[in-house]
């Protein structure tokens, strides 16, 4: 009788935990305005994050290629994010983590990237949903940037 009944708690806490994904992958736009002569860029990103200590830590690691007139560069992250659920559909999320941006003929430029993180989904199952990620960076030479990138998330189960 205790068998079964260790079992039927394990497989209800089994379900519950099942509406957390076991990684989030994060498509969209990446919009950024650099410090040097109030540069505007643009672009395509894309990121993956998963949770390394449940409701504490999350890494997600992404990039973007940004385009201005006459230029382009590539940037990649590693954030380190503390999650906050503000309901059992939306989160926040605020991190800290390294940078790269790499720009022909530049060279690549390692820097500090500050985020916000919010997640907005269709359900409680996280299957798809929304996001937007404003952030604040610096890198070598103490080049500043203010950027924001909103998207599609997918919960991958």
Not at 23 to 33: K, M, N, Q, S, T
Not at 46 to 59: R, V, Y
Not at 114 to 121: H, P, Q, S
Not at 127 to 150: D, L, T
């Amino acid at each position: 009788m205790g068998l079964a009944l260790a079992l039927l708690v394990s497989s209800g806490t089994a379900s519950a935990e099942e509406k957390e994904p076991l990684a989030v992958i994060g498509l969209g736009a990446a919009f950024e305005r650099g410090s040097e002569a109030a540069q505007f860029s643009r672009g395509p990103s894309a990121a993956i994050e998963f949770s390394a200590i449940k409701d504490w830590l999350e890494i997600e690691v992404g990039g973007a290629k940004l385009f201005r007139r006459g230029h382009s560069e590539w940037e990649a992250e590693v954030v380190f994010r503390k999650p906050f659920d503000l309901s059992e559909t939306t989160e926040f999320m605020v991190g800290i983590g390294p940078t790269w941006t790499f720009a022909k003929g530049e060279g690549t430029k390692p820097g500090t990237t500050f985020m916000l993180d919010f997640m907005f989904w269709s359900s409680p199952e996280k299957k798809y949903g929304w996001f937007i990620e404003p952030s604040y960076s610096i890198s070598k030479g103490n080049e500043r940037s203010v950027s924001v990138s909103i998207g599609l998330l997918f919960g991958v189960h």
